[in-house]
């Protein structure tokens, strides 16, 4: 059990650019969430996949945002037109389907400038 | 929806003296609850959980929180913390149905100081 990994673990981006995240989970969770966390807040829940399925969307998650789980291993998060309230952590966390408990990764910080 | 309010956004505290950090939750359905930590520079790490049985659940290091279904509060305490408790925690909720989304506080900063 390696742990949830994301990459990068920064990005600096300049506004209007499009960006985008890896997340690896735990090998053996069918699980995988997004959730974004911005200073002084509680991470907010974005999107979250069962296998490949996307079973969940935020109304947070605009059309500027996709993510996708092709295989039901890793999953990406593409952010298109960048905005500078687009700046956050963006947390990657998984889970078995029958097990409660989200294993978090260490996040991905995004600065739009 | 449920909605989660961790009123204290900061808690001083001296080494070895008690500690308590207060949550309420709002959700029209039943919900599992979680306490989540999170060091410097690290990660969300779950610290403890309430999914059924017995409404006080302890944590290894020391760690207790009691499920109130009345008051709807799952506050967090600990007698005596340490230095190494400095950290930001966060209390979730998750519906009890989908069990799937965490809805979180917005975190309090616990500072132990000697």
């Known amino acids: 059990d390696t742990g949830v990994s994301q990459d990068p673990r920064h990005k600096i981006t300049k506004r209007g650019q499009n960006v985008t995240f890896r997340c690896d989970p735990i090998?053996?969770?069918?699980?995988l969430y997004w959730y974004r966390q911005t200073l002084g807040q509680g991470p907010e829940f974005l999107t979250y996949f069962q296998n490949e399925a996307q079973l969940e969307k935020s109304r947070l998650l605009s059309d500027r945002f996709s993510a996708e789980r092709p295989k039901g291993s890793f999953s990406t998060l593409e952010i298109q037109r960048t905005e500078q309230g687009d700046s956050a952590m963006y947390l990657c966390?998984?889970?078995?389907?029958?097990?409660?408990?989200?294993?978090f990764g260490p996040g991905t910080r995004l600065t739009v400038t | 929806a449920q909605s989660v309010t961790q009123l204290d956004s900061q808690v001083p505290v001296f080494e070895e003296a008690p500690v308590e950090l207060r949550c309420n939750y709002s959700s029209s359905v039943s919900v599992y609850l979680f306490w989540y930590v999170q060091y410097p520079n690290q990660g969300l790490q779950l610290l403890l959980k309430?999914?059924?049985?017995?409404?006080l659940v302890e944590s290894i290091n020391g760690f207790e929180a009691e499920f109130n279904k009345s008051q709807t509060s799952f506050h967090l305490r600990k007698p005596s913390v340490h230095i190494s408790d400095t950290a930001e925690y966060f209390c979730?909720?998750?519906?009890?149905?989908?069990?799937?989304?965490?809805?979180f506080g917005t975190g309090t900063r616990l500072q132990v100081t000697l």
């Open positions: 966390a998984s889970s078995r389907s029958k097990d409660y408990e989200q294993y």
């Open positions: 090998s053996e969770h069918n699980r």
């Open positions: 979730a909720v998750s519906d009890t149905g989908t069990a799937s989304k965490l809805t």
């Open positions: 309430y999914l059924s049985g017995s409404t």
